[in-house]
């Protein structure tokens, strides 16, 4: 973190994957950060002055300065996120310190976003975690109420443009994540595997619930031995 710079409601990213695209790296970073607050707007401009860096604008510095120490470092794209607070907080930033999020803001992700409840941040695990299109031979549509533990998880309830590294940004800051399995022609489900039980009921613990976009409340249980 950088300690000469005042603490404010945006977050500045640096040493982002430049190949990404502006619209999937936006909604990646509200991924990412939207379980530390709620976020006004994610700025990511793809000028060449501004290529692999963003500015995430929360509602509160007390959010913005816990996703500072829990996110520094992670691996996002395979890239250590750079972050600190913003040195200079340009007009466009300035006019989104209100609690109505921008137009542009709005659109992408509703009007209706509400802060999840943030888990304790947990310095995270390197790795990959993208194994899209993994077949799974479980039976993703067996009731999930009554099951016994398992180190693997059930989620439902996933927005369409849900991806493998999305869920894995999620869950990696857990102990003992292994990989993310989404399940081929359905966007609505998949599998989070962990290497033991316990791991995998602190991880649903602390993200069932959790709203990925404000019309979808992930659903997390144990999946079926």
């Known amino acids: 973190m950088t300690m000469d710079v005042a603490p404010c409601h945006t977050v500045y990213v640096k040493n982002l994957d430049e190949s990404v695209k502006k619209e999937e790296l936006k909604k990646s970073l509200y991924y990412l950060f939207?379980?530390?607050g709620y976020i006004i707007d994610i700025v990511a401009l793809k000028t060449p002055k501004m290529r692999g860096q963003a500015f995430v604008v929360f509602q509160d510095i007390n959010s913005a300065s816990n996703s500072i120490r829990g996110m520094q470092g992670f691996l996002f794209y395979k890239k250590p996120l750079v972050l600190s607070y913003s040195k200079r907080e340009a007009e466009e930033i300035t006019r989104m310190k209100v609690s109505m999020p921008?137009?542009?803001f709005r659109?992408?992700?509703g009007a209706d976003q509400a802060a999840a409840p943030a888990p304790t941040p947990?310095?995270?695990?390197?790795?990959?975690?993208?194994?899209?299109?993994?077949?799974?031979?479980?039976d993703v549509d067996a009731p999930t109420s009554s099951k016994v533990?398992?180190?693997?998880?059930?989620?439902?309830?996933?927005?369409?443009?849900?991806?493998?590294?999305?869920l894995s940004m999620l869950f990696n800051q857990f102990p003992g994540f292994k990989e993310v399995?989404?399940?081929?022609?359905?966007?609505?489900?998949a599998f989070v595997e962990f290497e033991s039980e316990g791991q995998s009921a602190a991880a649903l613990?602390?993200?069932?619930?959790?709203?990925i976009t404000p019309s979808n409340a992930m659903e997390i249980s144990y999946a079926n031995k």
Do not use: C, W
């Open 34 to 36: 939207s379980q530390f």
């Open 102 to 104: 921008s137009k542009k």
């Open 107 to 109: 659109q992408m992700y």
């Open 122 to 138: 947990i310095a995270p695990e390197p790795t990959d975690g993208d194994t899209n299109g993994k077949e799974v031979d479980m």
């Open 149 to 166: 533990a398992n180190q693997i998880l059930f989620l439902k309830n996933l927005p369409e443009e849900t991806t493998s590294m999305m």
């Open 181 to 189: 399995r989404l399940v081929p022609n359905r966007h609505d489900i």
């Open 205 to 211: 613990t602390a993200l069932q619930g959790f709203k």
